[in-house]
């Protein structure tokens, strides 16, 4: 395997380290010519050995074909070199027809990119980074086997190797495929038979081999710590190993030492290697330790070369000085050549170097922080929870597992402690009630009673077993029937009652453990975290989870939360809220929906310095209980220094056709600024044709609106925009924007098909910014009907004037008796006078008509000799008027806008004096008025008829 450069372990270094390895990046290598090489298939563990040979020889063969149908899928630029097959431990080399290549063993520890498994179901491929991203492996039943093809697989590689998430929106394959980087140094040489000799090796799976190193300077006698150290080694070599597992006991300070060698752990063996653990008269004098000289000793007289399944558990003070960088980067070549996994439990007196949480997140196991306190069970109780923490994964399918279900303090001021806990159903084999104590002849428990859910007393007990004093563990002594003989699935009370004391308060721990039957489908919590790269110098943190009961994904938790503990540089420690993990795919934290892998994202850092989280799991099935497991831990440096988060993605777009086919109305609810937490202030409309033009945000899509909105997370908006585009299928999306200009991913992508526009008057499309007005419906109505009623109103008018006009007394003709019509040479062309009534046109009336309340148009017309047309307009009358005037006085009173001259004036009742009839007077014709005046009756003085 090829040695890793050294890595410059600074803080920030250190995270970006972590976020790529700690979720067991696939070690496949791709060569110059497209080969891959040492691809991982591993067949699980709970696969037996019936069929075995079958099952192998028909992996083999579509191992073998899938070879060329990549090199043809991707038009010749790669292939399948080689492949390590990992087998179950339990399978024979003659029954199965293998033969096994001990060469490949260390592969072996390293993640699968294949599993096969009893899963029901087709072949799936896990994804938890998104599009364009590696998934997390490639998941075969094993039933698939008899009839799975080479196509099959390589669609699934594809999918898996660079990220092609054909349900995620994601951008074309062929794009993902040309810029993803395993091609960029790869160079083909149209050498068609160069996939046909692809290689398939058989390893089987090591057993676990345990390496305990323990730390011996003279700062581990610093608060006592040795002393519980010391127990919590006797309590993992007596009681924890499973009986399969071996274990060699390793000591160091500036030098390393084997107390003793690797072994099976196994009836008297047990004992022997509890022995070996070094006293407190064995610690060394002075704090200078080699922890170099630890692997190197590990390696070299431990190990012996065959590093296969080696995990050493390392306790150590880790000071912040223990491990130079050059030791650093040595022991790292170490772990990662050799395919070691290391655990670290760290007991510190003071700040503890990083690197001991870095090395076991990075190959495969795990990290424990146990703080220092003036109560001995608050390290003890840690130490003995981690140790029993890091041999759950390890331990094989057929060991029984043991884990602490409940426990809680007690402190010896009180007489009484009362508790709960509930047996999962699940578990039940060999539940064990105890507790620690500072001093097992001091002890002070009184008695012991439990009560099952029916009410049944198990009780009191009031002798306390020695079997575990060695460890400062107490158990009541049951004599008869077992309280937890049948406890599968049911809640559990217990009382416990002390004796008073008068010495110094101490405190207690009361533990319940509980074993799985190896039987029944396990739990399995496993997680990890990533960096986001949003920010130029910090990157933001996600969490992941993957959930499985046995070979199930575990779907639709009912809650899944990670907690996260910070310790500060200078040794305080926090605890930031919890954090709500989903499992929804929509993109923001979790890549696909219904995964069974859960995802939240930290968006808060109060501090630098380490932070470590714990998941917590309630299932939702009928008579599981919840579930507490570690989770990663990582270091900070530096905090972020702007707002670099996006606003979350919109889901719930929707977008309906309206304004006769004019406009679109779009509604969603609002992200918030920082994912879904504040508040964003812009929001983007864009389409297009091709729906990747919206997927690929290095695309320039064409931008529909922009709305300039202030919105919190969780408001629903509404929002109408003009889309004068018809006859074409359109995909639309918007994306937000917060005030810091964040850009969100693109939201939900909607269809729509817009016919030719409906003539109709046009929809007023309000601005964007302003919400719809719902009353523009109204507002036509009322324009409308206001526009026929004034229509009406004027009709109504015209038949009232066309009614009075008719009605009025003509005015007589002042031409000779014989002629009834009156003529005129320079009347127009199209222009007629007519009598309708030729009995009369001769007479001139006795009285001139009444003219009060009549218009001065109307006054205008009543002097005429003839009746115009009805459609006639003001200025034809007038002007017709002026033509056939017969008078011969000097003005005219008909034409408006001249004065009234002197021998014509328009009288005005009660104004004029001597008019007083309000009459019009001809000149010449009416007797006794021949000024040609308008006399008002009673008002004009001398016309008093």
């Not at 009410?455 to 060695?470: E, H, I, V």
């Not at 007083?916 to 004009?940: C, L």
Request: with cysteine; proline share 5%.
């Amino acid at each position: 395997m090829e040695l890793i450069k050294a890595p410059s372990f600074t803080m920030f270094s250190l995270l970006v380290i972590l976020t790529k390895l700690c979720d067991f990046t696939s070690g496949v290598t791709i060569s110059p010519d497209g080969g891959y090489s040492d691809v991982i298939v591993r067949i699980d563990a709970s696969i037996p050995t019936v069929n075995c040979s079958d099952r192998l020889r028909n992996l083999k063969t579509i191992l073998s074909n899938s070879s060329s149908s990549l090199l043809t899928s991707l038009s010749g630029r790669a292939y399948f070199h080689s492949f390590i097959i990992i087998v179950p431990h339990t399978w024979d080399e003659d029954l199965c027809q293998f033969t096994e290549d001990r060469d490949s063993a260390v592969a072996a520890t390293r993640a699968a990119d294949i599993v096969i498994d009893e899963h029901d179901g087709d072949p799936y491929v896990e994804h938890s980074r998104g599009c364009g991203y590696p998934g997390d492996g490639i998941f075969l039943s094993v039933d698939s086997l008899d009839w799975l093809d080479s196509t099959a697989l390589v669609s699934a590689w594809i999918e898996y190797r660079y990220g092609v998430i054909r349900s995620a929106g994601c951008r074309p394959v062929h794009q993902i495929i040309r810029d993803h980087p395993d091609f960029t140094e790869v160079v083909t040489d149209n050498e068609p038979h160069r996939a046909s000799m692809a290689d398939i090796r058989v390893v089987r799976q090591p057993l676990a081999r345990y390496v305990l190193a323990i730390e011996t300077t003279a700062s581990m006698m610093v608060g006592d710590a040795w002393k519980w150290v010391n127990k919590a080694a006797q309590k993992l070599i007596r009681y924890d190993l499973p009986a399969s597992s071996s274990l060699a006991v390793v000591s160091y300070n500036n030098a390393s030492k084997v107390e003793h060698p690797m072994e099976r752990v196994d009836g008297p063996a047990r004992e022997r290697m509890a022995d070996t653990v070094p006293g407190k008269y064995q610690l060394a004098g002075h704090n200078v330790r080699c922890v170099v000289c630890l692997f190197q000793n590990i390696l070299h007289q431990v190990l012996k070369g065959d590093t296969a399944g080696a995990h050493i558990i390392l306790l150590t003070r880790g000071g912040q000085h223990s491990a130079s960088l050059t030791d650093q980067q040595i022991i790292s070549e170490y772990v990662h050549q050799y395919g070691i996994k290391v655990s670290t439990i760290i007991i510190p007196t003071g700040n503890h170097l990083p690197f001991y949480d870095q090395i076991a997140q990075t190959s495969g196991g795990q990290s424990f922080l146990v703080r220092s306190s003036p109560e001995p069970m608050d390290v003890y109780f840690p130490i003995v929870t981690s140790m029993q923490r890091i041999l759950w994964p390890d331990s094989s399918s057929s060991a029984l597992k043991t884990e602490t279900i409940h426990h809680q303090e007690h402190f010896t001021s009180r007489n009484t402690t009362e508790g709960t806990f509930y047996i999962d159903k699940y578990l039940g084999k060999n539940t064990v009630f105890g507790i620690y104590v500072a001093d097992p002849e001091e002890h002070l428990i009184k008695s012991v009673t439990f009560q099952d859910e029916d009410g049944t007393l198990y009780g009191p007990y009031k002798k306390m077993s020695a079997s575990y004093d060695l460890i400062n563990f107490k158990t009541p002594n049951i004599v008869g029937e077992q309280p937890f003989g049948v406890a599968a699935g049911r809640r559990w009370k217990y009382r416990v009652e002390w004796f008073a004391s008068s010495k110094k308060m101490a405190k207690t721990i009361l533990s319940v453990t509980s074993g799985v039957d190896p039987g029944e489908e396990q739990l399995v919590v496993s997680s990890w975290v990533a960096g986001i790269g949003w920010c130029d110098a910090f990157q933001h943190v996600r969490v992941l989870a993957r959930m499985r009961r046995g070979n199930r994904r575990v779907v639709g938790a009912r809650s899944v939360i990670a907690s996260i503990e910070v310790e500060m540089e200078n040794g305080t420690v926090i605890s930031l809220p919890p954090l709500e993990m989903v499992d929804d795919g929509e993109g923001d934290s979790d890549m696909i929906h219904g995964d069974g892998i859960y995802s939240a994202t930290i968006l808060e850092y109060p501090a630098t310095g380490r932070y470590s989280l714990t998941i917590h799991v309630d299932e939702a099935e009928e008579a599981t209980a919840a579930k507490t497991a570690p989770g990663p831990v990582f270091h900070l440096s530096s905090l972020p220094e702007e707002d670099c988060v996006p606003p979350a993605r919109v889901r719930d777009l929707e977008i309906t056709v309206t304004g006769g086919n004019r406009s679109i109305l779009a509604t969603w609810t609002s992200p918030g600024g920082d994912l879904d937490q504040g508040s964003v202030d812009r929001f983007t409309v864009v389409y297009s044709v091709d729906v990747s033009d919206l997927l690929d945000e290095a695309a320039e899509a064409k931008v529909l609106a922009t709305l300039d909105r202030q919105a919190v997370a969780g408001d629903s908006l509404v929002q109408e925009i003009e889309f004068p585009f018809s006859n074409q299928l359109w995909h639309i999306g918007l994306y937000a924007r917060d005030g810091e200009g964040n850009r969100g991913r693109m939201s939900n992508i909607q269809q729509v098909f817009i016919p030719e526009p409906v003539t109709s008057a046009p929809v007023q499309v309000h601005r964007l910014g302003q919400i719809p007005n719902t009353s523009s419906d109204w507002f036509i109505i009322i324009i409308i009907s206001s526009a026929l009623g004034g229509i009406l109103m004027l009709s109504l008018l015209c038949v009232i004037f066309i009614c009075i006009t008719s009605k009025k007394q003509k005015t007589p003709s002042i031409t000779s008796e014989n002629n009834c019509h009156y003529s005129n040479d320079k009347a127009s062309p199209d222009f007629s006078i007519f009598q309708s009534d030729s009995s009369s046109c001769c007479q001139t009336p006795s009285t001139p008509p009444n003219m009060q309340g009549v218009t001065d148009l109307q006054q205008i017309l009543a002097g005429q000799r003839a009746a115009w047309p009805v459609y006639w307009s003001a200025e034809q009358i007038l002007g017709r008027s002026e033509s056939e005037s017969s008078y011969e006085q000097e003005d005219s009173y008909q034409v408006f806008g001249l004065p009234p001259s002197p021998g014509g004036r328009i009288v005005t009742p009660g104004v004029d004096e001597g008019y007083d009839d309000g009459r019009i007077v001809t000149p010449g014709v009416d007797e006794g008025y021949d000024d040609g005046r308008i006399v008002t009756p009673g008002v004009d003085e001398g016309y008093d008829d």
